[in-house]
């Protein structure tokens, strides 16, 4: 018998009871979730996802409230939060549950080049109405208002987190020539407002719904950046999940229909620079979790940076 796995099936019906005021039908976990446990379920002929957190303080307390709250005002679509708790006894490292929206994963489906450029020219725009909704401060957002008033300044903790956490991993040197690059670049683009940003945008978080349109799901990960660090992010999901010629179609294809009054013609620049940190934050989270194959592919890219 697997203890651990009966405790949680348990904990996810106590949850559904008290939400509900019954018993859930077809509860169906999905695997290959590494950041939490999430499942799918139905009552009365609805379906819905619960998603039991993993850690006490992500997502930041509040925010998930805050964003959909935001994402609602703004008539950006998105799933319909039914319940979200950090204080439930039932699983005090928190829970959401939300109405699952009717459609299927960009990742899980099988386009074709024609097909996968629409997808981008459609993401495109929505991404470009999200990074409208400026939020103040920058950094991790909380129940609204993030807490350094620069991006750099936010940047310079994150590297202090990455340092401690690459050190046998990465020689001293390397680190702190590429923390140089990145700061001296994030300096030169402080002018940029702080706006909503998804934090993990990839195919994985796109539904693409049963009448054609998209939306995007998992917000665990939105922090308050500018508009440029959201994008560097995709471009780097991207550089890591295609061949080099589909990888600049595709970026290409998403940056032309990306509506922006903000330094547009700059973004290589920026990118280039923001590019260190995806791999290093992507390379601690992968060593974390025990992909190797991950691991090397992140050590081989780092390794083959010009940092002067």
Known sequence: MNIEKDTMLEAVNQIIKSN?????????????VTNNFVYSFRVSDRHYILKLYRSTDWPENGKIQ?????????????AELIA??????????????????????ADKQALDREQEIKLYVK???????IHNIQIKNYGYIGSGIACYESMTSFFEDEFDRLDDGLKETISEAQLRKMKEKFL???RDFEDLPSVLCHGDLSKKNIIVQNNGEI?????DDATAFNWMADISRLTFWMKLNYN??????????????????YRKSEFDSFESAFHIYSALDSLLFFISVGDKEMENRLKSHLDGLDLQ
Not at 84 to 105: F, T
Not at 215 to 219: A, P, S
Not at 249 to 255: E, G, K, M
């Open 20 to 32: 509900f005021g019954c018993c859930a039908e077809e509860i169906r976990k999905f695997e290959n």
């Open 215 to 219: 939306l995007l799901i998992d917000w």
């Open 123 to 129: 993401l495109a725009e929505l991404v470009s109405s």
């Open 84 to 105: 979200y708790s950090r204080n439930d006894q039932i699983y005090p490292n928190g829970y959401l549950i939300e109405r699952k929206v009717q459609g299927i994963a």
């Open 244 to 261: 080099e010629e589909d990888c600049e179609l595709f970026r290409s294809t998403f940056l032309k229909h990306y509506r922006t009054a």
């Open 66 to 78: 805050f964003v959909n709250q935001l994402l609602i005002q703004n008539n950006i679509p998105c």
């Open 184 to 186: 001296g670049t994030m």
